[in-house]
């Protein structure tokens, strides 16, 4: 009998060990089952500065004269220009009074016993030149013709938005340019984004860079994606295809503004965006007691995950994460899976190391404005947390004896 029971009790010991073995296989094999593949990022290091070059604090401001045109050394009249046209003489009898007309499509303008006269294109004093040359045609011996600009054409547009008063505003001609128009709204409000959009409906075929994308290469590797406009169909001849123009106020891309891009013609319009929407997700396992809530417009619309960009400074992916309640290395993974979209409309992703960034500057990145930051639940995280939870119920086992009641 008591050998029989100094064998049991080997037997036991063995039993519990390998119990306690299994369950650490399982939760081994657990980790590789359930820990999800590698996305195919690009690492932060081997990204250009650009990515890191601050806009909001160091960034160039727009030189604000690039979004006006450059006035003409003379004023031309145009069509829909109106002038006050007075003939002396041309009725004895009567008082002289000056004569309200409009300039025509065509360039010319009515006057009485003469009919039309070509000013279009011309100076003040060339049209008043132009008038008293008709008069001279046996009508009038020694015309004296007095010309003024009454009333410059105007281009009505539509200005919405963050500004002071949103609504149609009549732009003279030679200001028919989105910095007047700017003004003529009373500016910006605090509000206000760092970039303006003209949205134009043009009657003219696409742009040739939007027709001609058949195939646009990915960010990394030879894959290939669809274009979003097929080539195999004809093109469209004179139909609407509306352009929306985005212009920068801040950054290196304040330099790309083009002259004809702040020119603007009937029916544009200029909308200035609510920097309230400029806003970045961090998706992944954060501390609900640790992420700040925000809300958006009159309505009090939650963000869910989404956060204010800060507008005076700069926010990196390791601060934006603190922000979203980052818990710690063991609760929270340290790598972070960037999905930005590029100028061009194809999609970039940017892997960052949290824990190589706080010493390496080049392993993170700046955040902007509809970034998603997806913290990877990799296998070194689930291997970590795993065996944090192991070791732990490993020590406190012998103890739950006295917990438990």
């Not at 760092?194 to 994308?213: G, M, N, S, T, Y």
């Not at 501390?287 to 400074?313: A, C, K, M, Q, Y």
Request: aromatic share 6%; glycine share 6%; proline share 10%.
């Amino acid at each position: 009998m008591p050998q029989a029971g100094i064998q049991t009790e080997p037997c036991q010991r063995g039993c519990r060990l390998t119990r306690l073995v299994a369950v650490i296989v399982i939760c081994f094999a657990s980790v590789g089952c359930y820990a999800p593949l590698h996305s195919k990022a690009i690492p932060a290091t081997t990204l250009p500065q650009q990515f890191r070059v601050p806009q909001r604090t160091l960034g160039p401001v727009l030189n604000y004269s690039q979004l006006t045109i450059k006035p003409p050394s003379d004023y031309l009249l145009g069509a829909e220009d109106v002038l006050e046209v007075t003939v002396p003489g041309l009725f004895p009898e009567s008082e002289i009074h000056p004569l309200r007309v409009q300039v025509m499509a065509n360039g010319e303008v009515q006057l009485p016993l003469v009919g039309s006269v070509s000013v279009g294109g011309r100076n003040v004093q060339q049209a008043q030149r132009a008038i008293n040359h008709a008069y001279e045609n046996g009508f009038l011996n020694d015309p004296r013709v007095n010309l003024i600009l009454a009333e410059r054409a105007a281009v009505n547009v539509l200005v919405m938005g963050q500004v002071g008063t949103p609504g149609v505003h009549a732009l003279p001609r030679y200001q028919n340019d989105v910095g007047h128009a700017i003004a003529a709204a009373q500016g910006f409000t605090p509000d206000a984004a760092d970039f303006i959009e003209v949205h134009r409906r043009e009657l003219a075929q696409p742009r040739p860079e939007e027709v001609a994308l058949k195939r646009l290469p990915a960010p990394w590797g030879n894959e290939q994606l669809p274009a979003p406009y097929p080539t195999d169909e004809p093109e469209l001849s004179g139909s609407p295809f509306p352009h929306i123009y985005r212009i920068p106020l801040r950054g290196p891309e304040t330099q790309l503004v083009k002259a004809a891009d702040v020119v603007l013609q009937p029916g544009d319009v200029v909308v200035v965006p609510n920097r309230r929407h400029e806003v970045f997700y961090v998706v992944g396992r954060l501390s609900p007691t640790n992420t700040v809530r925000f809300t958006v417009g009159d309505r009090e619309r939650e963000l869910g995950v989404g956060f204010i960009l800060p507008r005076d400074r700069e926010i990196d992916v390791v601060k934006a994460v603190a922000m979203a309640g980052y818990i710690d290395p063991i609760e929270s993974p340290t790598t972070v899976t960037l999905h930005r979209i590029m100028p061009n409309g194809m999609p970039m992703l940017i892997r960052v190391d949290l824990i190589k960034a706080r010493y390496n500057p080049l392993e993170t990145v700046l955040v902007e404005p509809g970034d998603i930051i997806y913290l990877n639940p990799d296998h070194n995280w689930w291997m970590r947390r795993t065996l944090d939870r192991i070791i732990g119920s490993l020590i406190t086992i012998p103890y739950q004896q006295f917990w438990i009641r």
